[in-house]
C-alpha cells in the first residue's frame, strides 16, 4: 500500500534498534507445571490493576504482578527488547510447547506515538494462568509455579456520570463532513475518525468487574487488559502460532436494533453495501500488503462473510499466511509482535493511503488516541503470539474513565449515520461500567 511508514522490514528494524535497548536485561527463570482446569481465569485476579489478561470463549491467559517492565515509543524496540529477554531466559516445563505456554508479555501500544502523550509498554507478569481446551498450566518467573488463591470478590457496579469527550457530537459530524469532501476531492480514500466521551464514578472502578462483564457478554471477542486499557475487541490484527499467520480484517458495519432484528435482511443489506464493501476492500488490501513479505504463501478472501455481534454486525474477512523461517539459528522469522508492527495502522483504524489518513486524523479529530486502536496482546518466548486492534475499549484510571469509538470514511458517508455508529460502538463498554 502506498504511504505506508515503517516499509522497512521488521527483521532490519529490529536490529536497527537493538542498540538503543538497555544492554543488560535482568535474566529470568521460568518454571511452567500442568494444572488441572483452573476454570473461569478472571477469578484469580487480585483487586487494583497490576494484572494482565487476555480471554475468549472461557479461555485465555491471565498474568499477575510484574517481573519485568519496558516502556517505550517503538514497537520494534519492545520487540528487540523481548528478544533480549528471551536470549538468556531459563525455562523448564513439564508442559508441551503451545498457545501461551511458558512466560509472556503482555503488551499495550499507542496509536500514534508522534502525537500521543500515552507510552506503550510490555509487562512480563510474575504469574500466568492458562487455560485451552480443558487444560490448565501454571507459569511463575523467579519463584515456584503454584496455583494462587481467587482474589478478592468484584466491587459493586461503578455509578458514572458521562460527559462529552474532545468534539460535541455536532463539532464531530462536521470533523466527518470535512473528511468526506477530501475523499471526494482525490486526496485519500478513506480514513477512520474516531471520538471519545469521558466518565467519573463516584468510587474506584473495580476494572476485574468490567472485563468479566466483556467476557461475558461479547465471547467472541477478545477481552483484554493491560496497565489500565480494559475493553474487548472483535478484530484480531495478527495472530502466529507455529508458523502461520492469521489476521481478521473488520471494515464495514451495521447496528443491530435490538433483539427483534431482522437478521438476514440486516445482514444481507450490509453484503450488498457499496459504501461498507469499499471501505472492508481497503482495510484488507492494507493487511495483504503488510503481511505478504513476511510470508511464503497467502490467502486473502474473495468476498467477506458478515460477523455478528450483540450490538453490531461487522464485514470480515480472515487473511492467512505461512510466514517465512528466519535466517537464526532457530529459524523462527518474524516474531508475531515484529507482523503486529508491520500491520499497524492498518486501513481498518487509520485508512488509505496512510500517511494522508494519518495527516487528516491528526488535524480533524482533535482528540488524543492514547493506546486506542493501537495493538494489545501478548507474545511467548518463541515469538508467536496474538495481537489484537484495542477496540470497544476504555482507559480507566482510579474514577476516572475515557472510552473510545471510530468509524471508517469513504465518498459515501453520512456524517449522522457515522455519529449513530459511533454510538452503537460505545455501548459494549458504557453497558460494562454499570449504564
Known amino acids: 500500500m502506498?504511504?505506508?511508514?515503517?516499509?522497512?522490514?521488521?527483521?532490519?528494524?529490529?536490529?536497527?534498534?537493538?542498540?538503543?535497548?538497555?544492554?543488560?536485561?535482568?535474566?529470568?527463570?521460568?518454571?511452567?507445571?500442568?494444572?488441572?482446569?483452573?476454570?473461569?481465569?478472571?477469578?484469580?485476579?487480585?483487586?487494583?490493576?497490576?494484572?494482565?489478561?487476555?480471554?475468549?470463549?472461557?479461555?485465555?491467559?491471565?498474568?499477575?504482578?510484574?517481573?519485568?517492565?519496558?516502556?517505550?515509543?517503538?514497537?520494534?524496540?519492545?520487540?528487540?527488547?523481548w528478544a533480549e529477554v528471551c536470549r538468556t531466559l531459563t525455562h523448564t516445563s513439564d508442559v508441551a510447547p503451545g498457545y501461551g505456554v511458558g512466560p509472556l508479555a503482555f503488551g499495550s501500544f499507542a496509536f500514534d506515538p508522534e502525537t500521543s502523550a500515552a507510552r506503550s509498554v510490555l509487562v512480563v507478569p510474575r504469574v500466568v494462568v492458562g487455560r485451552r481446551a480443558g487444560a490448565g498450566w501454571i507459569t511463575a518467573v523467579d519463584g515456584e509455579p503454584d496455583l494462587p488463591p481467587p482474589g478478592e470478590p468484584f466491587g459493586a457496579a461503578p455509578d458514572v456520570t458521562w460527559r462529552t469527550g474532545a468534539l460535541a457530537p455536532e463539532a464531530w459530524e462536521a470533523a466527518v463532513a470535512a473528511a468526506v469532501t477530501r475523499i471526494r476531492a482525490g486526496e485519500l480514500g478513506k480514513v477512520v475518525l474516531a471520538r471519545d466521551v469521558a466518565g467519573t464514578a463516584a468510587q474506584p472502578i473495580d476494572v476485574r468487574q468490567v472485563l468479566a462483564r466483556l467476557a461475558g457478554g461479547y465471547p467472541s471477542t477478545w477481552a483484554f487488559h493491560v496497565d489500565g486499557l480494559v475493553g474487548a475487541t472483535p478484530e484480531l490484527l495478527v495472530r502466529r502460532e507455529r508458523g502461520l499467520a492469521t489476521s481478521r480484517v473488520l471494515a464495514g458495519t451495521i447496528r443491530r436494533h435490538g433483539e427483534q432484528s431482522d437478521e438476514v435482511a440486516l445482514a444481507q443489506a450490509l453484503a450488498e453495501s457499496s459504501k461498507d464493501l469499499a471501505e472492508h476492500e481497503y482495510a484488507v488490501a492494507s493487511v495483504a500488503d503488510a503481511l505478504a513479505p513476511f510470508c511464503s504463501g497467502m490467502n486473502v478472501p474473495d468476498q467477506p462473510y458478515v460477523l455478528k455481534l450483540p450490538n453490531v454486525m461487522h464485514?470480515?474477512?480472515?487473511?492467512t499466511g505461512v510466514c517465512d523461517r528466519g535466517d537464526d539459528a532457530a529459524g523462527r522469522?518474524?516474531?508475531a509482535l515484529a507482523l503486529a508492527a508491520a500491520l499497524h495502522p492498518s486501513a481498518?483504524?487509520?485508512?488509505?493511503?496512510?500517511?494522508?489518513?494519518?495527516?487528516?486524523i491528526?488535524?480533524?479529530e482533535q482528540l488524543d488516541r492514547g493506546r486506542y486502536a493501537g495493538p494489545v496482546g501478548w507474545i511467548d518466548s518463541s515469538g508467536d503470539g496474538e495481537w489484537g486492534i484495542a477496540l470497544?475499549?476504555?482507559?480507566?484510571?482510579?474514577?476516572?474513565?475515557?472510552?473510545?469509538?471510530?468509524?471508517?470514511?469513504?465518498?459515501?458517508?453520512?456524517?449522522?449515520?457515522e455519529l449513530a455508529e459511533t454510538r452503537a460502538k460505545l455501548v459494549p463498554m458504557v453497558e460494562a461500567l454499570g449504564a
Open 315 to 319: 464485514l470480515a474477512s480472515d487473511v
Open 348 to 360: 481498518a483504524v487509520c485508512g488509505t493511503p496512510t500517511v494522508s489518513a494519518l495527516g487528516l
Open 362 to 364: 491528526r488535524a480533524l
Open 2 to 81: 502506498t504511504g505506508r511508514p515503517g516499509a522497512q522490514c521488521a527483521a532490519e528494524v529490529a536490529t536497527a534498534t537493538l542498540s538503543r535497548v538497555p544492554p543488560t536485561v535482568r535474566t529470568l527463570t521460568a518454571t511452567t507445571r500442568a494444572i488441572a482446569d483452573p476454570g473461569a481465569l478472571q477469578a484469580y485476579l487480585p483487586a487494583g490493576d497490576t494484572w494482565t489478561a487476555w480471554l475468549r470463549r472461557g479461555e485465555g491467559v491471565v498474568g499477575l504482578g510484574e517481573a519485568l517492565r519496558f516502556e517505550t515509543d517503538s514497537i520494534h524496540e519492545a520487540d528487540a527488547w
Open 333 to 335: 522469522g518474524a516474531s
Open 392 to 417: 470497544r475499549c476504555g482507559r480507566v484510571s482510579g474514577r476516572t474513565v475515557q472510552v473510545f469509538a471510530g468509524c471508517g470514511i469513504v465518498a459515501d458517508s453520512e456524517p449522522e449515520a
